[in-house]
Nanobody
């Protein structure tokens, strides 16, 4: 079993920045694929950023150049640095960890981009 706890959401003005954190209950980066998703009201949950094999990263086109996914293996924590935020980035952001056998989600953290 893996618990994922997100934090760092909040209200920010357009053009601002936030850093989201996802703390895992145990070491999982070597065995699980980690990623960040988001879901805006009325929309389906969508992939924002994820780690790929070989320690690479992949991003949704809408966030490329503005968001950066990273991780601290020693802290079992993944991050999502979000810069140049836009109102359309408003959503609940979820951390995800999945393997061939399991899928885990965090409880989500709300991000609101508004003036």
């Amino acid at each position: 079993q893996v618990q994922l706890v997100e934090s760092g959401g909040g209200l920010v003005q357009p053009g601002g920045s936030l850093r989201l954190s996802c703390a895992a209950s145990r070491s999982i980066f070597s065995t699980y694929n980690m990623g960040w998703y988001r879901q805006a009201p009325g929309n389906q949950r969508e992939l924002v950023a994820r780690f790929t094999s070989g320690s690479g990263t992949a991003y949704a086109d809408s966030v490329k150049g503005r968001f950066t996914i990273s991780r601290d293996n020693a802290k079992n924590t993944a991050y999502l640095q979000m810069n140049s935020l836009k109102p359309e980035d408003t959503a609940v952001y979820y951390c995800n960890a999945q393997s061939f056998f399991d899928v885990y989600w965090g409880q989500g953290t709300q991000v609101i981009v508004s003036s």
